[in-house]
């Protein structure tokens, strides 16, 4: 509910990422976005249809000369892309192993669904509030600004930040007065428990004030986005991410660890929760402090601006109208099935069951988020600052490129990452969170299991959704995500009345792929529409099955493979290292070799780009 929604990428706040469709439908971890504003475009992106545009007027009203386009349209895309992958894989890394501290500290049972529900609740309040609408709608208007306005749109980005930081602090306050309420509302089960309720609120009135720090580093970044600077929405999310590794690193330090301890909400001391609490609030507030030099940089100056009437504010807001009831709709959603999982969790834990919970669904999120976060989103955000400058110029065939070019060449390691994930997901997490008790950590890999499928889909409705954001069109992305939002709730409703409580989980989390495979045939039927009928469909239809034809064989070898050598040498962190280095090694191995026998353009292209980097 793009919390990533992503984008902050939409990164978010101290536990967790923003998924990548504006909107989060689920937090987790690194953050954010998702989707949610993405590290934007870095001028190297290719111009394929070779459209002339009109200058960018700067300050003192001389033209500032577009970014030069270099390269044909797929190498300059990918040279671009990679650019921005290379932030965005470190602070996913940098994210990711925040989670394995955690786990190691607080373990992946009812602890830390406390601390999940709580650092959620930012997440939420801050998309309801207008952090949906700073990402699907302001890139374009800023665009719009700097290209009209003599001052290069600086007063219109002054009163933008303005506007937020008012409407951020004055819900911050409320949030945190009302934070038992809040908490009741995302979770019954935990607010049933007086030990636990008491944990997880103390929790929220640390973490709710990141939502206004989030907030401002978003639109920080948007603004910086517009202007073809993207280094700061890549690397600043990394000192959060070393912040809350620090935190949590002391909580291992001073109480040992979980493995150890078995720290609990009924042991946790209350200086453990304020360690924990203000951790997760420096981390954002360093975070969103460290976007001040890259504006310096950019040669902006902040500003506060009041006169918020009469400069263009308010045709935003009336486009934004739209975007709010698209976060409306995935709220409901991240509610039910964050009171679903949560239950489910508790359930399965009293059976003997770790690992079967709200945490096990965020840690296997973040993971199965990567490729996405690291590939579609670098590939997209791109490209989105110049698929609004083509709909001012009515050039339709370069946004239908765009579309194209932006799903052909995600899919070359969407794909496989779906199937892999299928394949290896519980020797992945069996390593990964060796930390942790072996129970929790295999459930999560069924979980990550659950997840694989549903990538290729969430990847395709984050780039078809983007075309519709570029023609500043919130109203049908709202309509998508109703029906995305119903079948998510629906079906993981229904999960947790037929599945038994340790796999209800994993349920949910193949419904979000379910969701998206239905909103996606939505969507691009209307998008088609949009751009005269003509998507490019055949073209991109053969390539994913293209690609789907070699994953799926490789996937069959990897998993057979680590199925077997799990059988032979066990699942400890030893054991899962090297079931995962094998299966890994043939998945990709016979990937490689049926892409390249079916001649996949973009494979090709994609290798080709590496050669070149590497002198070869």
């Not at 965005?88 to 500290?105: E, N, P, W």
């Not at 001052?151 to 038992?180: E, F």
């Not at 997760?280 to 975070?287: C, E, F, M, S």
């Not at 059988?567 to 892409?595: D, H, N, P, Q, Y």
Request: charged share 15%; proline share 5%.
């Amino acid at each position: 509910m793009n919390a990533q929604g992503r984008e902050n990428d939409g990164r978010g706040q101290g536990g967790h990422v923003l998924p990548d469709d504006t909107v989060p439908l689920r937090p987790d971890l690194g953050n954010h976005h998702a989707t949610t504003s993405r590290e934007a475009y870095d001028g190297g992106v290719a111009n394929p249809a070779g459209e002339q545009r009109a200058p960018i007027p700067s300050r003192a009203g001389e033209p500032i000369p577009e970014p030069k386009w270099s390269g044909s349209g797929a190498s300059g895309l990918l040279k671009s892309s990679a650019v921005m992958a290379a932030g965005i894989f470190v602070s996913r890394i940098t994210g990711f192993l925040r989670t394995l501290v955690m786990a190691a500290a607080i373990g992946v049972s009812t602890l830390n669904d406390s601390y999940q529900v709580a650092n959620v609740l930012p997440t939420m309040v801050y998309i309801l509030v207008g952090g949906g609408a700073l990402n699907a709608v302001f890139v374009p208007q800023l665009v719009r600004a700097m290209k009209q306005d003599d001052d290069g749109g600086d007063a219109y980005a002054n009163r933008l930040i303005t506007l937020v930081m008012v409407v951020l602090g004055s819900v911050t306050v409320l949030c945190v007065l009302a934070a038992p309420l809040l908490v009741h509302m995302m979770s019954p089960d935990i607010a049933a428990d007086p030990r636990r309720m008491a944990v997880t609120v103390a929790f929220a009135r640390y973490c709710l004030p990141t939502m206004f720090f989030m907030g401002a580093h978003v639109v920080l970044g948007q603004i910086l986005n517009a202007r073809g600077r993207f280094g700061a929405m890549m690397w600043t999310p990394v000192l959060n991410n070393i912040l809350i590794i620090a935190t949590f690193g002391g909580f291992i330090w001073a109480f040992g660890g979980f493995t150890d301890s078995r720290v609990g909400p009924a042991t946790i001391t209350p200086e453990g929760v304020r360690l924990l609490g203000l951790g997760t609030l420096l981390g954002l507030t360093v975070q969103a402090l460290a976007m001040l030099p890259y504006l310096r940089d950019a040669r902006f100056r902040l500003r506060p601006r009041f006169d918020f009437r009469g400069h263009g504010l308010g045709r935003a807001m009336g486009l934004a109208k739209w975007t709010l009831l698209f976060v409306l709709a995935n709220q409901a959603a991240l509610t039910v099935v964050t009171q679903l999982a949560t239950k489910a969790g508790s359930l399965a834990e009293r059976a003997g069951y770790s690992g079967s919970g709200i945490t096990a669904y965020n840690y296997a999120l973040l993971l199965w988020q990567m490729p996405q976060a690291i590939i579609t989103v670098s590939v997209m955000t791109a490209v989105l600052p110049r698929m609004s400058r083509a709909v001012q110029d009515e050039n339709v065939a370069a946004i239908r490129e765009d579309i194209s070019h932006g799903l052909r060449t995600s899919a070359v390691a969407i794909v496989p990452c779906a199937f892999a994930f299928l394949a290896l997901g519980v020797p992945m997490a069996t390593l990964l969170y060796a930390g942790t008790d072996a129970e929790g950590a295999r459930g999560i890999g069924y979980v990550l299991m659950a997840f694989g499928p549903g990538l290729i889909p969430y990847s395709v409705q984050y780039v078809v959704l983007r075309g519709f954001y570029a023609y500043e069109d919130t109203k049908t992305p709202f309509y998508n995500t109703v029906i995305v939002a119903a079948v998510n709730a629906a079906a993981s409703g229904a999960c947790f009345v037929l599945l038994p409580a340790r796999w209800a989980v994993a349920g949910m989390a193949a419904s979000y792929g379910l969701a998206y495979a239905v909103g996606v045939g939505t969507a691009w039927r209307r998008l088609r529409r949009r751009l005269g009928g003509d998507l490019d469909g055949s073209r991109v239809l053969r390539t994913y099955a293209r690609l789907s034809a070699a994953a799926i064989p490789a996937a069959l070898a990897g998993g057979g493979v680590a199925y077997a050598l799990t059988r032979a040498v066990g699942s400890g962190a030893l054991g899962s290292l090297v079931t995962l280095l094998a299966g890994g090694c043939v998945l990709l191995g016979v990937f490689v070799l049926l892409a390249h026998w079916m001649r996949v353009a973009e494979l090709s292209a994609m290798v080709g780009m590496v050669r070149g980097r590497l002198g070869r």
